[in-house]
């Protein structure tokens, strides 16, 4: 290229960048104060605000403000974003809400008409972690994955955009969009499924596809890779690995824009299937799985990339929420990324060039003997972690030390605020499993958590059973099953200065800090807690009756400080309602609540019914045998049992109580759809009649013997609702 080429080269991008300056949104706010404007509170989403009017000296007549009922009932996962007087939020499969924020009056709801087919292949819920807001518009993404540009007066459609690459895969959206200059960018869910993970980005105006990531290569024998960057990454991947399924690596939450370098961060998710061995036989790092890869927001070329877990096995996703700050590492002063993912380590990371600062770990670990200081790569174990090679019992475990719950950074104390969870779970490679297949789920690991593995060995194959009462970290679940604890870290060492526990290991709520010292944190036992952020001491306890997983925001509207949160139980695992928990106690209505000093009392929802003796059973065909029930139950727990864990409570049916019109109905609900507008999904491409007859045949066996069970212990005087573990496949 010559000197004129090049001159006019520049001139061009000069122009360019005139042009785009016009659609430039405003730069993110470096601190939350009167306003929230994104999900993360500010540009560098650190959950903390400058709010000071609620104080440990005032905090005791913290009380509710407004309510809204959603009219939903699965979980809602978002933070809210306020903005001048105005909330924005998203529930239930992405539905947006606008709310008046000091009055609570809704200025308008948005409900996307989503296909629930896609319900077949969210591993998760049909949750959704928030909004993006600029340039006067809403952005939010559908469970379907579909991205919606929202007028944010009126809640219509300006443009819509459908994120999937590929109707044949799993694909589904989870997280909120992060608008980069120009563009809105989001990522996808899906890999627990056959998806293989991308981020996309688009005009904010438009709707215009900008640029694409894909977050894993594609098969190499279909030619050169989509993005000049994976040609790099498929060296780091078996040429034979299983590209039919995916590879996974589906951003599927934190994505951050740095203003600073002008790159978008995403973390990324895991491998599918999950074992290396059935994914990338010959091994290798894969890149980019479980990764932070920083693109560049004009381009989405890489411009660096930390893998937090090469060749992960464990579904060790790098998808919780980042934190972008400034801290003084060795003496020196430098921007980095906070990122406590699943694996259980604590990274500092330098937001410049990718350099990893500072990992500390923060649970028990022990799928790796540490960090290699020189090449700040994890040193493989497979001694304690390789489950290929025997049932193992890994630290942490699948649902992570930390996963999409936002923890909070104080800068002035330089303190990280998160709800931490210290457990391990038993892996094994499912014996006698078919490959995985298209949409299927990722089915190779069979696990039980940390709480489960004593009580229910008894119950796996003897050879599996004898393997692990050899193994050395069976005596360490022993003697702590699980910790989930509310924690004070110095992130630079790693080290908790206070703890809090929390009662059970799904008890793991977002967090917020302010300036006034302050850290609020919700439960799932129903209660905001507000805590004294330099010692953990509980200043004030709020019953609410509605379980709380998601983050409180703060904001300021006429001069009154709010606290809001969004309320219902759900997410991983969310068929399995904990005991202890209001939603079991008293249903899962989705609610926002907001908090004022001097406010009133929440409104507690009516507990609900006792359970009942489960309905009888009717009759199994006649050709129904213990062979057939026995087939039905594996065709059960291959496909159905991630949303119908048939517990007491549980918020999708508990098929063991089954009425006669759902028994009669059956073939029709399973293979043509239906129950399709309430969420369960049609399955004849998958099943044919013969197979749901089976199934069927299961659950009537199940329901019969559970209510031979119930009736026994009516007449006994024991209550119904005793907890009933059951082994899941996958997760
Ligand atoms: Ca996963």
């Known amino acids: 290229m010559g000197p004129g080429v090049k001159r006019l080269a520049l001139l061009l991008a000069l122009a360019l960048a005139a042009c785009s300056a016009g659609n430039q949104a405003p730069p993110q706010q470096a601190q939350a104060g009167d306003n929230w404007t994104n999900p993360g509170g500010d540009a560098g989403k650190s959950h903390h605000s400058t709010l000071a009017d609620i104080s440990p000296a005032n905090v005791g007549t913290l009380g509710l403000a407004w309510q809204a009922e959603l009219g939903t009932n699965r979980v809602l996962e978002a933070t809210p974003v306020v903005i001048d007087g105005v909330m924005y939020t998203s529930g239930v499969a992405g539905r947006a809400y606008a709310f008046d924020a000091s009055s609570g009056k809704e200025l308008w709801r948005f ?8 319900n077949r292949t969210v591993c998760c819920d049909m949750a959704n972690r928030g909004v993006a807001v600029a340039n006067g518009k809403v952005y939010v993404a559908a469970l379907d994955a579909k991205l919606y540009a ?39 869910g899906g890999a627990e499924y056959d998806v293989r993970g991308y981020v996309s980005a688009y005009d904010l105006e438009t709707g215009k596809l900008a640029w694409r990531f894909h977050t894993v290569p594609r098969d190499p024998k279909l030619g050169p890779q989509d993005h000049p960057d994976l040609e790099a990454a498929v060296k780091t991947w078996d040429p034979d690995s299983r590209w039919d399924v ?17 790159l978008v961060i995403v973390g990324t998710g895991n491998g599918g299937p999950y074992h290396t061995a059935r994914r990338s036989p010959k091994g290798g790092d894969q890149l980019y799985l479980s990764s932070l890869v920083a693109l560049d927001a004009k381009t989405g070329r890489v411009r660096w990339y930390y893998q937090e877990t090469p060749g992960d096995n464990w579904d060790f996703t790098a998808t919780a929420p980042m934190i972008l700050t400034r801290m003084t590492i060795d003496g020196q002063d430098r921007p980095v990324v906070l990122h406590a993912p699943k694996n259980g380590f604590l990274y500092i990371i330098d937001r410049r060039d990718g350099k990893l600062l500072k990992a500390s770990p923060i649970v028990r670990v022990n799928w790796t003997k540490g960090i290699d200081p020189q090449t700040g790569k994890p040193i ?30 104080d800068p002035g104390s330089g303190l990280y605020f998160a709800p931490v969870q210290d457990m391990g779970n038993l892996l094994f490679m499912t014996p006698g499993r078919k490959p995985m297949t298209r949409k299927m789920l990722n089915n190779d690991a069979a696990l039980l958590f940390g ?14 059973a004898d393997a692990v009462r050899k193994l050395p970290a069976l005596a360490e679940v022993q003697r702590l099953p699980f910790s989930s604890e509310l924690r004070a870290i110095d992130p630079v060492t790693g080290k908790t200065r206070w703890a809090v526990p929390m009662q059970g290991w799904q008890d793991r709520g977002g967090v917020l800090t302010t300036a006034s010292g302050l850290l609020f944190q919700g439960n799932l036992a129903g209660h905001l807690r507000v805590f004294d952020m330099k010692t953990g001491k509980l200043l004030k306890e709020i019953a609410t009756g509605s379980s709380i997983l998601a983050a409180p925001m703060t904001y300021r509207v006429g001069g009154v400080q709010y606290v809001a949160v969004m309320a219902a139980w759900g997410g991983g695992g969310y068929p399995y309602v904990p005991a202890y928990s209001a939603a079991y106690k008293h249903g899962n209505i989705g609610r926002i609540l907001v908090f004022r000093l001097d406010g009133g009392p929440v409104p507690i929802p009516p507990e609900l019914p006792p359970l009942e003796v489960a309905p009888p059973a009717p009759a199994q065909a006649p050709e129904v045998t213990p062979a057939t029930i026995a087939r039905g139950q594996a065709l059960f727990f291959g496909n159905c049992v991630l949303c119908h864990s048939n517990q007491h409570r549980s918020i999708t049916p508990d098929l063991r109580r089954m009425q006669p019109g759902t028994h009669d109905a059956f073939r029709q609900i399973v293979l043509e759809g239906l129950l399709l507008p309430n969420g369960m999904p049609r399955w ?5 009649p013969a197979d749901v007859d089976a199934i069927h045949a299961y659950l009537i066996d199940a329901q019969g013997k559970t209510r031979a069970d119930e009736l026994e212990k009516k007449r006994r005087g024991l209550p119904l609702d005793a907890p009933s573990l059951t082994v899941l496949s996958s997760f």
């Not at 590879?247 to 599927?252: F, K, S």
């Not at 972690?385 to 923890?407: C, E, L, M, Q």
């Open 111 to 118: 409900e996307p008409e989503v296909d629930m087919q896609v």
């Open 150 to 188: 929202l007028d944010a007066k009126s809640g219509k459609v300006v443009w819509q955009a459908n994120t999937v690459d590929d109707p044949q895969r799993g694909i589904n959206s989870t997280g909120a969009p992060e608008v980069a200059g120009s563009v809105v960018v989001i990522g996808n």
């Open 246 to 262: 995916g590879g996974g690596g589906t951003p599927w939450d934190a994505i951050n824009y740095d203003p600073d370098t002008g």
């Open 380 to 409: 493989p174990n497979p001694e304690a972690a390789d489950y290929a090679s025997g049932p193992k019992i890994v630290f942490p475990a699948t649902p992570g030390a930390r996963n999409w719950h936002p923890g909070s950074y």
């Open 451 to 464: 709480p489960m593995i004593a009580p229910l060995l008894g119950t796996l194959p003897p050879p599996i």
């Open 684 to 688: 004849d491409d998958v099943l044919k």
